[in-house]
């Protein structure tokens, strides 16, 4: 005779049948797809955080219904770890078994996950629920509660949340108030306080050219609501002018980070005048991009390399006022610009790190040092801090033997701290960080963007008959197989100045990814259409390969 519990979540399963024409798979963004599809998996996703929870003991475990940066037809959920994080890769496993099984293989599929993970079916769980503004967001929630108690777990819904806010609130509860308050109102309470005193510390004298005012591109999505109520605990700091704030529009659309670094122009509701600092959040507000309209009105973006560089150098020189000695590193894909990896090195003088692309792999990259800053060129990053840090930035904080200057250096590291949210990237984090060190620098944007100039660069993309052919090495700047094709890549990156390629296979379609740059816009597009066609020469393309630029 079956569990109580086995009958109760099989049942539940059985009003939400898996259509057999569907596939799921969990990756770095969860399960994503169209939202219509996505009923069943929610169900199952229930299911999953409940085991994940009684696996970690009864510790709090989130799941966050959003499609980020996707079409607002799509949604798409994803589970937090208890400290915030991304969910374990065996777990991504289950995930994907779970989401697939047929309902006469759900029972073995559970009963396989609790096996291997020896799992108590007695153990209480919890289970944090937000979602994004999309309309599918409510009905979904409300399969994934359904999967929950139908395994007796426990469950706050917040409702309507960004992922960042998400991440934290679980790490919050789990460490039982030290990290800051499990709620909205402590999220902002503990980021505008760090905010206000670093502002206080840094002066301000007004001689240089910074402005406090901001015109924001909310996307239509949750982090123009969050920028509102954020607003109220700045009390005047900012001057922040929310369009595309959901009133009109659909999510996402001709809007959001995505949307403005891949046309290279601003959203066309938004009416930028030249010079206006401008900034881009993503549907779920863990992306952040700046940018804004130079000279003769030409666009100019600042992405997640410019933003990890300006944290990264400013890191760097309170480091070196306080004294301290701290490993400190700069995460980067093989997406990030030349130029970007030159001024962090030869200028800054902070250590680079590559590794494969994919926000998780950057994650446990920046681990490895005591201070790890990591962004991606889309716009999502943070900065880790290991434990040993604060009590080192403490103990020179209170160190009577020591000068002002580094006692001062080092409370503005401790609040920086504070300022950062550790467990994901955070765009309204991140945008509070940013406009800090450029209080303190006095720099307007365009002053900021000088700081180096990106090399022109493409990205393309070529179809295959199976990605799979691509195989690659060195945090995937170089290529193994096919055989040939990295000597051909390298012999044509040696016919142009400054310039570099490289290509991967894309994580969810049958397409190889092309990325070019050189020292000038023609010479990139002409490197990028040429290894595309070695791709398709070497790789089986599919249709006609990439041709030149006219």
Known sequence: MASSWLTSALSGASRHPKRPEHSYSYGTAGFRTKADILEPVLYRVGLLAVLRSKAVKGSTIGVMITASHNPEADNGVKVVEPMGDMLLAQWETYATSLANAREDDLESVLQDIISKENIDMEQSANVFVARDTRPSSVSLAEVL????????????????????????????????????????????????NAFTKLRQKNGGNGKGSYSNQILLDGANGVGALKVEQLKEHLKGQLDIIVNNDGSKGKLNEECGADYVKIQQRPPPEMDVKPETKCVSFDGDADRIVYFYMGKGGKFKLLDGDKIATLIAGYIQELLTEAGIQLTLGLIQTAYANGSSTHYATKMLNVPIACTRTGVKHLHHKAQEFEVGVYFEANGHGTVLFSPSVIPKLDDVCQDKSLSAGKKEAATKLRLLVDLINETVGDAISDLLVVETILYQKQWNIEEWNSSYTDLPNRQLK??????????????????????????????????????????????TEDVVRVYAEADTQIAADELAAKVGVKVHELAQGVGDPPSLPS
């Open 145 to 192: 509660i359904e999967g929950i108690q139908s395994l007796s777990g426990q469950y706050v819904n917040y409702g309507l949340l960004s992922t960042p806010q998400l991440h934290y609130m679980v790490r919050c509860h789990n460490t039982q108030g030290s990290y800051g308050k499990s709620t909205e109102t402590g999220y902002y309470e503990k980021l505008t």
């Open 462 to 507: 070529v179809k295959v008959k199976d990605r799979a052919v691509i195989q690659t090495t060195d945090a995937e700047r170089k290529t193994t197989s096919p055989a040939g094709l990295q000597s051909a890549i390298d012999e044509l990156v040696a016919q142009y100045n400054k310039a570099r390629s490289f290509v991967r296979p894309s994580g």
